[in-house]
Each structure stands twice: as C-alpha cells, then as structure tokens.
C-alpha cells in the first residue's frame, strides 16, 4: 500500500543535490522535489525503501504520525511520544473549574510504551490557586467505559503558575503502573482534574463549540469529582467545549 509523506530531507541527512535515484527505489513511486525549501512529497510503496534510508524514514514517518494525530487548529507536541488524536498546540487558555474531570478521548498511532504526562499551565494568570489536588491519568475505552489503568501523585503545582509546563511521572501508589503500553488502534482517553479553592488556569485544545467537540469525541467531562474516577460511563459525561493540553512521553 503506498504511503503520501512529505519528509525533510535534511532529517534523513541526504544532502541536497544527491541522486535521489540513488537512495530510494522509484520504480513503482511518483515524486516531486522543490530544491528551494529541501522538501520532497513522493507517493511509494514501503517495500522498495532501500535499507540505507528506512530506519531514518521510520523516525520520520513517527513524526509524522504525531502530526497527522494533530487536529486542523495545531500540531501535536513531539516529545519523543505519542501525539494524541486531537491534542493540539496549547494555544489556548481555559479556566479549570474545581471537582471538574475533564476527558480527552484519542486513537493510539502506533504501539508505543509511556511513563509521564506532560501539560502546561495557561498564559492568564491564575487567581489565589489553592488546590488540594492536581492529577492526570491515562483511561482505556471497554464497550461504553472508561477505566484508569495510569496516573500521577497528586501534584498541587499544577495549573498554578503562567506558562509553565509540567512533567508528571506515572505514579505507583494504589497499585497503578510506572509505565504502560498503548496498542495502535485503540482508543484512550487523557482526564484532568484540579480540586481545591481559586482559579486555575490551563493551555488547552478549545473546538470553541460544544457540537464540535462532541461530533469530533474529543471533549467531555464531569462534575463533583474528588480524584479521578476509576471507571466512568461514557453515558455519564456531559459535552465540553474544551480540554486541558496534554501529551504523554515515552519510555
């Protein structure tokens, strides 16, 4: 099956006035070089990638994939992770609302082991934060069911300060993983929940309409929660407009 990419070629350190014919077998692709900006856009099929060029395409095509999770409005932070389906560049700011679990669904690109969140804290200052509780914890989807299977400590820095980012290891406590592995395919969910007095402010992906979000699965949440719930019926989340920024980091 052909696969359409454009890739840089100074990520594959092929110089640029190199035979192209001479690193990758064209025979059965279609291609289109523009020497100016170094970017090439072919249409091949994997199989006649040379060895010289396939792992360095690999690493590229997993960037990719983490832009191609992106959605129209940003592209996915590369962290070295996994770019989840509709995690977009935190370009915008909400106000996280105490008790409130906020979900991020997404597909796994490709399968990949993770052991840290990664989230950012808004660009409006926060207003006298004093949080009890600050969490981040990776769901699976089962039927119509969310579960926990990783979190974070409870870490009450979070969302507290003006564009900081904030890396949070998966935490052992209670019996949850340091790691976990996510399977290409599957769909997963981010949740995010702050509890305590004040506001606290987070980069988030805004649909900026609630229908948005709800025909794209890409944001809900639910209320009067004390910790992230350990399951959660898709039935009981109600549609949201926005959800805080987050990504996950692999091992």
């Known amino acids: 099956m052909a696969d359409t990419r454009t890739v840089d070629l100074a990520a594959l350190a092929v110089p640029a006035d190199a035979d192209l014919l001479h690193v990758i077998d064209v025979s059965d692709a279609t291609m289109n070089v523009a020497g100016t900006d170094k970017q090439m856009t072919m249409t091949v099929a ?48 909400m106000n996280l609302a105490t008790g409130v679990a906020y979900f991020a669904p997404f597909i796994a690109r490709a399968n990949r082991t993770v052991g840290s969140f990664f989230v950012a804290a808004g660009s409006t200052a926060p207003t006298t934060p004093v949080p009890a509780l600050g969490r981040v914890g990776l769901y699976t989807w089962t039927v119509d069911t969310w579960t926990l299977v990783a979190r974070c400590a409870s870490d009450t820095t979070l969302w507290t300060a003006v564009d900081v980012p904030y890396t949070e290891p998966f935490a052992t406590a209670d019996g949850y993983p340091a790691s976990y592995t996510l399977v290409a395919g599957a769909k997963y969910a981010l949740g995010f929940l702050v509890v305590g007095t004040g506001t606290m402010t987070a980069r988030c992906t805004n649909f900026r309409l609630t229908a948005v979000a709800t025909a794209l699965d890409a944001a809900w949440r639910i209320n009067s929660q004390t910790d992230l719930p350990v399951t959660q019926t898709q039935a009981g989340l109600t549609a949201e407009a926005a959800v805080p920024w987050g990504d996950l980091i692999a091992i």
């Open 46 to 93: 994997r199989t006649h990638i040379t060895a010289a060029v396939n792992a360095r395409v690999d690493t590229v095509d997993d960037r990719l994939d983490a832009y191609d999770a992106a959605p129209p409005q940003g592209t996915a932070r590369l962290t070295g992770a996994l770019g989840p389906g509709w995690f977009g560049t935190a370009g915008s700011t």
